[in-house]
């Protein structure tokens, strides 16, 4: 009887200092570092189970692949969670202030573009003259807007615009009163980007 207690007392201690199993919630999480561009195929992301709380809106979940197929917007490290926001397509604008809206320009000097990355903040220049000889003058059509989209976000076969009309094309987000100052710039003279920090 005493060795049955012993037993007994001892089962119970062993449940009392085991550690209940953690709540979790499985995600899809890159399987390695992918570019900007990449176009996700089976084997470039994996399930990985996270603590709920740490489980950002519109985090992808198994077994449901929407994702495949689909453009990778920003570089993303190996483990980050893949999202809505982590995709190129209807979400353009995901993530970007309200009422923001995506204007293509096309720069003067298309080697700018090799320097832009998804999410770099420019300020966009127009630089005009009055006649040939006149003076340059140079006005600030929109500040610190972030860029959504350059030519090396598009795969080979294709992307938003046709291979052969993505020279110098870029795509930034920008508040109304900034697109209409934007619509048709390369038309009024030479725009340009300063890079921001």
Do not use: Y
């Amino acid at each position: 009887m005493a060795a049955l207690l012993l037993c007994a007392a001892a089962a119970l201690a062993v449940q009392q200092l085991t550690p209940v199993a953690p709540v979790t919630a499985t995600v899809l999480v890159a399987a390695r570092d992918l570019p900007s561009g990449h176009v996700l195929a089976d084997g470039d992301v994996r399930p990985v189970a996270v603590s709920p709380s740490m489980v950002p809106d519109g985090a992808f979940v198994p077994p449901a692949p929407p994702w495949l197929g689909s453009q990778v917007s920003g570089p993303l490290r190996r483990g980050e969670v893949l999202t809505d926001a982590s995709l190129l397509g209807a979400g353009l604008l995901t993530g970007t202030a309200a009422g923001s809206q995506a204007v293509p320009l096309r720069l003067s000097d298309p080697s700018t573009l090799a320097l832009l990355r998804q999410g770099q903040l420019v300020t966009v220049i127009l630089s005009s003259s009055q006649g040939l000889d006149g003076p340059v003058s140079n006005e600030v059509l929109a500040d610190k807007v972030p860029v959504l989209w350059t030519p090396a976000l598009a795969p080979s076969s294709g992307g938003l615009f046709p291979a052969q009309d993505n020279e110098g094309l870029v795509v930034v987000a920008a508040s109304p009163a900034q697109a209409v100052q934007l619509a048709g710039a390369v038309s009024r003279g030479k725009v340009s980007l300063i890079l921001l920090n």
